[in-house]
């Protein structure tokens, strides 16, 4: 992969927390900006998309019992038409 070397203007608040992540990781400071903007290049393991998969079916099973006969559509059309719910 190739790199172009730049300058950017990000409040301090930002800069320090960066910096902060970036020892609490052990990382440097440009590949903490470079995952926060999407370049770095993470893989999940099969066993990971797993586990999340897991956690939003356990999540997703928990929730039903409380939506069991909601008509979202309806919801939706009052809100929109009526503004309200």
């Known amino acids: 992969m190739?790199?172009?070397t730049t300058n950017i203007r990000i409040p301090e608040k930002d800069y320090?927390?960066?910096k902060e992540?970036?020892?609490k990781a052990r990382k440097s400071f440009a590949a903490v900006?470079?995952?926060k903007i999407g370049t770095?290049?993470?893989t999940?393991?099969?066993a990971e998309v797993a586990k999340f998969?897991?956690?939003v079916t356990k999540l997703g099973e928990e929730s039903a019992k409380y939506t069991k006969?909601?008509?979202s559509v309806k919801a939706l059309r009052e809100i929109r038409y009526h503004g309200k719910w």
């Open 33 to 35: 900006v470079r995952e």
């Open 69 to 71: 006969g909601f008509d």
């Open 21 to 23: 992540e970036a020892a």
């Open 40 to 42: 770095g290049e993470k």
């Open 2 to 4: 190739n790199y172009v």
């Open 44 to 46: 999940r393991s099969k």
């Open 53 to 55: 998969m897991a956690e």
């Open 16 to 18: 320090l927390r960066l």
